[in-house]
């Protein structure tokens, strides 16, 4: 740069600040990308936690009533072993 003369250090001056300018244009349009891509993740996230939660509650409503009717065919199976019992006693006399 010393053969340059002050027009031309001032024109190369010019240039990488008008590349400091682009490349900080480019840096501030990526940061609100990824903004924009951070919000709209977040979005989906708290989604799918509601969502996950919601899914929890059904299966335990699930469980409690799968467990409920266990216990109602538990008490028929009883109920039909009493009346077999009362068959077979009924017949054997």
Partial sequence: MNGLSGMEKFSHLEDKIYLTIEFAKKMREEKEKFEREMKSLRHE????????????????????ERDAIQLKVEAMLDAMTMIDSDVAEAVGR
């Fill in 45 to 64: 996230v708290s989604n799918l936690l509601s969502e996950k939660s919601r899914l929890e509650e059904r299966v335990e409503e699930l469980l409690s």
